[in-house]
């Protein structure tokens, strides 16, 4: 009699990136996820192992915690500060089933963890999960991409916790030559109501609009494309025409003199329009009328 196929079984074709020191562990686990029909990537240490991921990134990856010279909380580490590793499911091997040790593998960025010696059988369950499930994960993504548009999901502290492939090519295109906290503060200027543009690199800008909050600590930013001619989004406040004038040289660092000046009226005008622009944006300094014009004023206007 046939027996019916475990629904953990791995699709076709996967790769699995195995890294131990110890080379019985490897032959053993070699010879398991060959027979469960994996490609099967091996290496001794952490170095080894950035070498296989340059070379190809696998579907997962089972890691010897305790390792000579780099060990493999920190390699673990390294492969999820990487974005286009970071999305890889690691599952910890370890003889360490203290708590603090555990807490440490799943801190670093694992996502499950078996204990040494290993039961064969239920590595190969652990892992055919969650490569699963990172491939569905990782499909879901992507497909936001296909409209032409991209997805960013900043953290609480206004970190970058995932973005989509488009997203990511036309961050990397627009901050190429700048500072890696010029990307976080242009996405963190985002976060409120409105969009905010930016030149790109052979024309165009780049758009960045809040999408609201994602569960309790995440909130979701969509990115576009866009004509560098695009007309800037008006505020969603009654400002009148001569306000939004005062308020978009504002926003371009213009004390009131220099506005009165510009546009013809006395420094005491500009301050009245100015209390006015305050009240309607529900803001009390400059600064914070600057940071809400930024949302809907493009570089430029």
Aim: contains cysteine; glycine residues 8%.
């Amino acid at each position: 009699m046939t027996p019916n196929p475990e629904p953990s079984s791995p699709p076709a074709g996967r790769v699995i990136l195995v890294v131990d020191d110890a080379i019985d562990t490897l032959r053993m686990l070699c010879d398991a996820l060959a027979l469960e029909g994996y490609t099967v990537l091996v290496a001794r240490d952490a170095d080894e192992a950035l070498q296989r991921f340059d070379i190809a990134v696998p579907d997962g990856v089972l890691l010897d915690a305790v390792m000579p010279r780099m060990d493999g909380f920190a390699l673990c580490r390294q492969l999820k500060a990487t974005p286009a590793w970071s999305h890889v499911p690691v599952l910890f091997m370890t003889g360490l089933s203290e708590t603090d040790q555990i807490i440490q593998g799943f801190a670093c960025g694992g996502v499950d963890y078996v204990v040494k010696p290993l039961r064969i059988p239920e590595v190969l369950v652990r892992l055919a999960t969650h490569v699963r499930n990172a491939h569905a994960t990782r499909l879901a993504r992507e497909a936001v991409d296909v409209a032409g548009m991209g997805v960013v999901m900043l953290d609480s502290q206004g970190r970058i916790a995932w973005c989509s492939p488009q997203a990511a090519l036309w961050l990397d295109s627009s901050f190429a030559d700048q500072a890696p906290q010029a990307r976080a503060d242009w996405l963190q200027s985002a976060s409120g109501a409105g969009e905010i543009f930016m030149p790109m690199p052979g024309g165009g800008r780049l758009g960045a609009r809040h999408l609201g909050a994602s569960g309790l600590t995440e909130s979701m930013l969509l990115l576009r494309l866009a004509a560098a001619d695009t007309p800037p989004r008006q505020p969603e406040v009654p400002l009148t025409p001569r306000e939004t004038e005062v308020l978009a040289w504002l926003a371009k660092g213009k004390t009131n003199r220099d506005i009165a000046d510009i546009l013809g009226m006395s420094p005491r005008t500009v301050n009245k329009h100015l209390e006015h622009i305050f009240e309607k944006l529900g803001v009390e300094t400059r600064s914070a009328a600057t940071a809400v014009a930024s949302k809907f004023l493009l570089p430029g206007v």
